[in-house]
């Protein structure tokens, strides 16, 4: 099978041929209603609902990049692994669509424009603040204005990086931010719909659990159509010795500012370690790569604008479309088969990791 032909041409499709696979396939599924037009989060799992030893593989916490982690999912359901004989005690646990209104509206974020990688506070953290050179860099990152052509914006994002540094910045616009609700990486005013489903559906699945395993899959960060997994551990943990063995050395990166991902406020992973303090719960972000970081930051920018600014179906907000997709679910056939066959050899190391605890 040519993996790049997992891919679905939109939400609707994807959600569909989800559910359709995981029948084929025998798994159970239980459609969670966000409330808003037609859009659910779709779970479907095979084994029992209190297992020990759970694999969780989540896609489209951001929306957009949805596209990779549910073609993911659908060949992983497609192929002979869906049906391989389990231990009593071990469950898998697909959540598809985190966000399917950004999914199925290409957007990264929410109906309310909130970037729920950033929605997720821990106990004590208020949903108000944001990093200092914020508010200097926000008339940049979200002007009030239809977008234009991107090599308009090229020029004084490069300037932007000269005088401040690539590092300020990574500390800076992908943090967080919950001061300006148009603006882009904004962590909302209160927990989302998404938030509150997983609160109160997750531990049907996970609340017996004493070891998990979580890939969420997204796409944006890194060279061109490759990964890195980002484990929610301090580098000196010792638990992420386990997780290099598990996936391989090079391709484990714990939080470290000078590597390539960011600190970030209301990360998913965060609050679910919190959310089941009984269990060991490794939780890895999956990151493909797509194009370079200003190209990322371009699309954003003028995506961001277009929703707000821009006029339905103009030209111009079909362009930043086009863009969007460009940065985060390209239309290469290469690249997408690519980075399914690494997505599933990614679920079977999950799996196996899984299996090897007694």
């Not at 679910?329 to 399914?340: M, N």
Request: proline share 6%; aromatic share 10%.
């Amino acid at each position: 099978m040519d993996h790049a032909l997992a891919f679905s041409p939109d939400y609707a499709t994807a959600r569909q041929r989800i559910r359709t696979a995981a029948e084929h396939a025998r798994w159970e599924q239980q459609a969670l209603a966000l409330g808003l037009d037609d859009l659910t989060i779709d779970v479907v799992w095979r084994g029992p609902k209190n297992a020990k030893r759970v694999l969780v593989v989540s896609s489209g916490l951001h929306g957009i990049e949805g596209y990779l982690g549910s073609a993911i999912q659908q060949t992983f359901l497609a192929g002979h692994m869906a049906e391989q004989e389990l231990p009593e005690d071990v469950a898998i646990v697909f959540l598809h669509a985190l966000n399917p209104y950004g999914f199925a509206h290409l957007r990264r974020v929410n109906e309310d424009n909130v970037d729920l990688n950033r929605n997720f506070l821990g106990k004590g953290e208020s949903f108000t603040g944001s990093p200092p050179m914020y508010a200097d860099l926000d008339s940049f990152f979200n002007p009030k204005s239809p977008p234009r052509a991107p090599w308009t914006t090229f020029p004084r994002a490069l300037w932007l990086i000269a005088r401040h540094g690539l590092g300020s910045l990574k500390e800076t616009l992908p943090v967080g931010q919950y001061e300006f609700p148009k603006g882009l990486f904004f962590g909302g005013h209160a927990p989302s719909k998404t938030q509150e489903l997983l609160d109160e559906h997750l531990p049907t699945w996970l609340g017996d659990a004493e070891q998990v395993v979580h890939i969420d899959f997204h796409t944006g960060l890194g060279p061109r159509a490759t990964y890195k997994l980002f484990v929610n551990r301090e580098a000196n943990d010792p638990a992420v010795d386990d997780v290099k063995r598990w996936f391989g050395n090079d391709v484990v990166e714990a939080w470290d500012p000078a590597a390539t991902s960011y600190t970030i406020r209301g990360g998913l992973g965060t609050w679910l370690a919190e959310r089941f303090p009984d269990a060991r719960y490794d939780e890895l972000t999956a990151e493909f790569g797509t194009r370079n970081v200003v190209q990322i930051v371009e699309a954003l920018r003028s995506e961001n604008r277009a929703h707000h600014w821009g006029k339905p179906g103009s030209a111009a907000s079909r362009a930043a479309s086009n863009r969007m997709m460009q940065a985060f679910a390209p239309i290469d056939g290469g690249w997408r088969r690519d980075c399914v066959e690494q997505g599933i050899g990614i679920v079977r190391q999950a799996l196996a990791a899984l299996l090897e605890t007694p």
